[in-house]
């Protein structure tokens, strides 16, 4: 019921290989990610586990539609 | 041809953003050849580029100043409540050094309630649904207390006017209490309850006692919502609280869960997630700018924001939040408390490798920023 509120933008998990890609494209560590806890709310229906990274798609005022992501950490 | 042209559109998804996309959309008229669409899009991406931050920009100190400077304007305009009737909600100044504090505990907790399209054009049952949401406390059923000592009983005399207005009777109120007071016999005769001291001990202090601790009961509604105010919002009755309490607000079934909010941001941390209370923090502050009549770019406070959501929790920009995550030492001890920071350091033998703006203007070298970024990269032989 809580995922549908409209302060909530849309969270998916993404396959290894997409991480993999993520990293590369971003020049970027897992650690050097921003952070979500594995406890957080909007992830709880995704079956996640610590180690994974988050894809968000957020509503943006500036550019229409924007990508983020967060690597689960325990928490 | 028009399909053509938005499949066209469509096509440079990956060079230019969703807004901007959309607005040559509409800008332009369905008649126009692909080539001179083509011109638009490939000029618009030049335009889009010039316009990025470049590398090297220290946005964040642009972010400082550009919400600072505003900022001294606010203190001057001395307009820091706003309020519908007899609710107050602090903003101004306040509030935004509130928010990006982060603080705990925050002057005007409020929540917005928005309920389902079922009852939400119905006034009457907006107002029972208020008034059955406030916290109502067993202190404020009553009418006269008193007090025994020679039998060690006390008397509570109920207003029933107040009960009947708040739809409950005395016997829901007698079998609450009996499940809260032990060592004490409740007794109820018609509008009079009478506890008394089940083992006859000479002292009177547990009397004063269970009389402080009676008013606190809760008897109905829902913890922390001490106000309610129905008020219409566009088309719809709206219900606001002074008071917080959004897990239990969202249980009910005539709340909209979607848009129901708090305006506390670690309770919308802890009930939506971070990035809600990322949103969260723009909303608020963007809601004060606007209402003060500012014009803060709302970049600006995204920035602030992520900074603040960027470890799963939310920090403040305080000395306890962002600023001790910072690496080096000499930047910690110029924000607040250098001594401590300092000390503490030396205790530990941290080590400061100079990495970032602060630290480096201390000793007078080039910071890394803008030109000072890049480095020279040789081949060594």
């Known amino acids: ?75 | 041809m028009k399909a053509d042209n938005e499949k066209l559109i469509e096509s440079y998804s990956d060079k230019l953003p969703p807004s901007v996309l959309e607005e040559i959309k509409v800008g332009v008229p369905g008649t126009i050849s692909k080539e001179k669409l083509i011109q638009i899009l490939d000029r618009s991406i030049l335009v889009y580029k010039n316009a990025k931050v470049h590398a090297g920009e220290c946005v964040g100190l642009v972010s400082a100043e550009s919400i600072g400077e505003p900022g001294t304007q606010m203190t001057l305009n001395t307009f820091h409540f706003a309020g519908v009737a007899e609710m107050n909600v602090t903003t101004g100044l306040p509030r935004i050094i509130e928010v990006f504090d982060s603080r705990k505990i925050i002057s005007t907790p409020s929540m917005e309630v928005f309920l389902n399209s079922k009852i939400n054009q119905d006034v009457e049952k907006v107002r029972q649904l208020a008034s059955s949401i406030k916290e109502t406390r067993f202190g404020e059923l009553v009418s006269e207390y008193s007090l025994n000592i020679f039998e060690q009983t006390l008397g509570i005399k109920l207003n029933s006017e107040i009960i009947a207005d708040k739809g409950l009777t005395t016997k829901d109120i007698v079998k609450l209490i009996k499940a809260k007071v032990k060592n004490f016999e409740v007794e109820s005769k018609s509008d009079e309850i009478i506890f008394t001291q089940k083992s006859k001990s000479e002292d009177i202090k547990d009397l004063y006692g269970i009389k402080e601790k009676l008013k606190e009961i809760k008897i109905k509604g829902l913890k922390g919502i001490v106000q309610v105010l129905p008020v219409k919002r566009g088309e719809e009755y709206i219900i606001l609280t002074s008071g917080t309490n959004l897990k239990d607000v969202l249980a009910l079934p005539e709340v909209d869960g979607t848009r129901t909010v708090s305006n506390d941001i670690h309770e919308v941390r802890e009930v939506f997630g971070i990035e809600a209370a990322r949103q969260a923090i723009i909303n608020e502050v963007y809601k004060v700018v606007e209402s003060q009549g500012l014009n803060i770019n709302i970049r600006h406070v995204m920035l602030v924001s992520d900074l603040m959501c960027v470890g799963g929790v939310v920090k403040g920009i305080t000395r306890y939040g962002v600023v001790s995550e910072k690496a080096s030492v000499l930047a910690r001890a110029s924000f607040e408390t250098p001594l401590k920071h300092l000390i503490n350091a030396a205790l530990e033998g941290e080590i400061d490798n100079l990495t970032s703006v602060v630290e480096n203007v201390m000793i007078n070298q080039p910071v890394p920023i803008g030109t000072g970024l890049p480095g020279l990269v040789t081949k060594m032989k």
């Not at chain 1, 806890?37 to 968000?56: T, W």
Request: glycine share 6%; aromatic share 6%.
């Open chain 1, 1 to 75: 019921m809580v995922e549908t509120h409209e302060l909530i933008p849309k969270h998916t998990k993404i396959s290894d290989s997409e991480k993999e890609k993520l990293l590369e494209t971003y020049q970027v560590s897992w650690s050097g990610l921003p952070k979500i806890n594995k406890s957080d709310p909007a992830i709880a229906k995704l079956n996640v586990k610590v180690g994974d990274v988050i894809r968000i798609d957020r509503e943006s005022k500036t550019a229409g539609k924007s990508v983020y992501y967060r690597a689960v950490v325990e928490g």
